[in-house]
Every structure is written in C-alpha cells, then in structure tokens.
C-alpha cells in the first residue's frame, strides 16, 4: 500500500524569491497537509549527505552548490498516496516539460533551479523525512 507522507523541500531559488507561500497555498489546496516544518541553510556537506544518492553524477557538484547558497524550507507532507501525488503536483524535473498548472511549470527557472524537491519513492520519503525531522517525520 502507498503511503501518505513525503519530503518535499522550497529550494533556495523559491524561497529566496519570495515564492514559498503561494507554492504552500497551492500545495494545501490540492489536500496536502503540512506534518513538519522548517528553514534551514544547509552547509556543502549537508546538502552533498542529502543529495548522496546522485554522487558521481554530472550536476551533483552545481546541485550540492545550489542547494547550499541559501535556506530552504523542508517539510513532510501528508496525503493520500503522497509520493505520487505530490510528483504529479510539481512537474517534471526541468520547467520546460512540466505540465500547465504545476508547481515547477509556474514557479520554477530552470532544470537546477527548479523551485522544489520531492521524495520519488516511499523508502526514500522515510529517509529523507528523518534527515531533516528525526523521527517525528514518521510519527
Ligand atoms: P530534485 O527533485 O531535487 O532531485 C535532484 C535534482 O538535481 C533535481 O531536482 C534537479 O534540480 C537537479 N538537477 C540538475 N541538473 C539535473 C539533470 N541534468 N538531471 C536531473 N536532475 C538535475
């Protein structure tokens, strides 16, 4: 069975642009609740730990650096199949291919600078949850 949280994050681009409370506005009015919640300005080593999994892949060194040049706002989310939910609600990873109406497509620069991050499985929702809320990510 899915479940109904996941990690989604208003990278620095959004938050420092001053659009983090019409992506939250939009998130809540397609059901999303927020869980947890914070701003935090990761370090180079803490967005490298977060963002591991793309180690050794081409952008992983303009990621760790755009994931560091500024807050950010984590949060767990909770609806009804989550993960999938919250991914149909963003867009594509790059704006250009993200359908009308979703968070990328309206509030997104580009592929790096894309305005949001979300969990792309259950397993991962945990990890990534805990990372930033311990254990009250799960609870
Ligand atoms: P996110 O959902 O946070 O997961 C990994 C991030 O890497 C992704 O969003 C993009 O912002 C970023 N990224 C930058 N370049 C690429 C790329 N060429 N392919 C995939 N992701 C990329």
């Known amino acids: 069975m899915a479940g ?11 938050l420092g642009s001053g659009k983090a409370g019409k992506i939250i506005a939009h998130l809540e009015a ?22 591991e999994v793309h180690r050794g ?7 760790v650096e755009f994931m560091s040049s500024g807050p950010c ?16 609600a963003i867009g594509a990873t790059d704006p250009a ?6 968070v990328r497509k309206l509030y997104a620069e580009s592929k ?8 792309d499985s259950d397993e991962n929702a945990r990890v990534e949850g805990t990372f930033f809320f311990g254990v009250a990510a799960l609870v």
């Open 112 to 119: 790096g600078r894309n305005a949001v991050h979300g969990s």
């Open 97 to 102: 291919e993200a359908a009308q109406g979703t």
């Open 4 to 14: 109904n949280r996941t990690l989604a994050i208003i990278k620095p681009d959004a």
């Open 73 to 88: 706002m984590p949060m767990v989310l909770q609806k009804d199949d989550a993960v999938a939910a919250y991914r149909t």
């Open 57 to 63: 892949r081409p952008f992983y060194a303009e990621l």
């Open 30 to 51: 397609q059901g999303f609740k927020i869980i947890c919640a914070r701003v935090i300005h990761m370090t180079m080593a803490e967005a490298g730990a977060f963002y």
